[in-house]
């Protein structure tokens, strides 16, 4: 399994095709991205801001989640060098430039798997003295990570079984951890697939250091004076096959309905019937969409999808944007479906409470 992943890692570096649409440079000086949880710390709305790929800040007042905070996004010359020995570690200067620090309110840092486009960036934050929050993700998240030698980690391993589908609670928000799967990348294969059983004693050297792991999705709610669920973000970090939809609690799904789902895009192609079986079950009031950014390349603030934004590669946006908007006319519904830039906040109660 992992010789013909990396092989075709590979052999797609070499394929003109990928290279075509690469070279934006990053630009250092740039000011870090302004921040919704910080500007909007006094306000009682929930925000969800994206900065690229599957990074997501979710805020409300004093209650911030951040979800797989990455901006290192290394060239796919880069990840393939890192197999032969070219360095691999978190990039600063780039995660300064966007991101320099975790907003104070952060309670939960959310690791929705393992792969280095979701956990790499992690080895910076940790350093961090300043938010200390929790981190929830997989016992193999867990054991990458302990190799950086935090000097704290509050670490929630939430695919044991007896945290799945329970809610974690911090300040005025809750988060359910829920099992689900990693869609493969190509010809049936998952790349850096597998698990790190044993915690490391090191940070990773390459990219395939990063094994998946057990692929999770979450339930961020948002509560109320009594505790109550006011708003519910439903958001996975990878595409999946029906039955991790399926397995989902009736009594998890029966708590609140999910006022917004942030779905990955890439990955739709290779699993069945994505995203639909996911919208039957979950039926959600507005979709995000997410991670179609091409991270191959530095981050570009306000990147539009809809002018002129590449793609990662092999996502076809466009053919997910289709599907969704063609599952919905059949169905003569009307559920808003957001495809942000780069950078963009969505206010999720703004418009029933002005
Ligand atoms: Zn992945």
């Known amino acids: 399994m992992m010789m013909p992943s990396r ?92 991101l320099p620090a975790l907003p104070e309110s952060t309670r939960f840092v959310l690791i929705g798997h ?15 003295t300043v938010p200390r929050p929790q981190y929830i993700g997989s016992r193999t998240a867990h054991h990458i990570l302990l190799g950086w030698a935090p000097p704290a980690l509050d670490f929630v391993i939430a695919d044991d079984p007896l945290r799945l589908g329970h809610p974690i609670r911090s300040g005025k928000v809750a988060v359910t951890p829920l099992l689900s799967q990693h869609a493969p990348h190509l010809f ?3 790349f850096m697939d597998g698990d790190v059983p044993e915690p490391r004693t090191t940070p990773p050297a390459d990219a395939w250091d990063y094994k998946v792991g057990r692929t999770l999705m979450f339930m961020v709610d948002f509560l109320g004076d009594q505790d109550e669920i006011q708003h519910r973000v439903f958001i996975n970090g990878a595409a999946h096959e029906p039955e991790a939809v399926r397995a989902i609690p009736d009594a998890v799904l029966g708590q609140h309905p999910i006022d917004v789902a942030i779905l990955c895009v890439p990955g739709w192609d290779k699993v069945t019937d994505y995203p639909t ?15 179609y950014d091409d991270f ?30 063609a599952y919905y006319a059949a169905r003569r519904e009307a559920v808003p479906v957001t495809e942000p830039k780069t950078g963009e906040t969505i206010c999720v109660s703004c418009e029933a409470r002005p």
């Open 277 to 291: 079986s996911l919208l039957d079950r979950l039926r959600p009031k507005r979709l995000v969409l997410s991670h």
């Open 7 to 98: 092989a075709i890692v590979v052999l797609l570096a070499f394929l003109p095709t990928i290279t075509a649409g690469c070279g934006r440079t990053f630009t250092p000086g740039q000011p870090p991205v302004t921040l919704a949880a910080r500007q909007s710390s006094s306000d009682a709305h929930v925000r969800l801001q994206w900065l690229g790929t599957s990074t997501w800040i979710l805020s409300r007042g004093q209650d911030a989640v951040v979800v797989d905070p990455f901006f290192s996004r290394p060239s796919i010359w880069r990840v393939v060098g890192s197999l032969v020995g070219a360095e691999f570690q978190p990039d600063e200067t780039r995660i300064r430039a966007i």
């Open 114 to 128: 393992a792969h280095y486009d979701h956990l790499m960036d992690l080895g910076y934050y940790l350093r961090a």
């Open 188 to 190: 049936g294969l998952t």
């Open 296 to 325: 191959f390349q530095p981050y570009l603030h306000e990147e539009n999808p809809q002018q002129g934004m590449e793609f990662v590669m092999f996502a076809r946006y466009p053919d997910f944007v289709e599907r969704v908007h």
